[in-house]
Structure formats: structure tokens, C-alpha cells
């Protein structure tokens, strides 16, 4: 399946699961960028252990959209940090940015 045809199915989705959508592709990033899990232990409830590939359920999303909006800013907060330091120490990604623009 192509963006052009997923873009429309995504624009019928409710707002609760464009955000569960923004999530998983998220999280998927971050997986990708090695610092999942580090940044998902912010998510889990106290207690509750970090799956080994770090992924969430539908619950756990579900349960981090129902928190407070400002509980929510402070978590995200806390993984903008991470984050920040994530890309603070590794520069991979500003090669990548260097380059000058080029279309096809």
C-alpha cells in the first residue's frame, strides 16, 4: 500500500486513533533510532516491565491517552529530553542533513 492510498483511510480515522497511529509510528521510529526503550519506560505504569521488542499494546496507548493532558505534557517532556540527548551524542543524523536538496 502506498501514502496516497493510506492517506485517505487515515483522515476517516476518529482523533483518538490518528493519535494511537501517531504513536505507533513513533514508536516505530524510535525503534528504529535504538532508544525505545529508554523512552518507553516513561510510558509503563510502576511496576510494569518493558517488553523485549518495546512495543505497546493497545492498552497501554489507550491508557496514556486517558491521563491528563498535563501528565501527558510531562512524559512527553521527559522523552523530549531523551531524545534530545539521543541526538546530542550520536550525529549520523546531521550527515544525513548536509547534503544539498535534490528532486527527481
Known sequence: MTITELIPTVK??????KLL???????EL?????VTESLSSSLRQPGQSV????TFTLEERRHFLEKPLS????????????????????SE????????????
Not at 497511529?21 to 514508536?27: A, F, N, R, S, Y
Open 51 to 54: 517488553t523485549e521488542d518495546s
Open 21 to 27: 497511529l501517531l504513536q505507533v509510528l513513533v514508536q
Open 71 to 90: 501528565e501527558r505534557r510531562c512524559i512527553l517532556a521527559e522523552q523530549a529530553e531523551t531524545i534530545h540527548d539521543h541526538y546530542q551524542q550520536n
Open 12 to 17: 476517516e480515522l476518529s482523533h483518538t486513533d
Open 30 to 34: 524510535l525503534h528504529n533510532e535504538g
Open 93 to 104: 543524523w546531521q550527515d544525513l542533513m548536509a547534503g544539498d536538496i535534490v528532486e527527481y
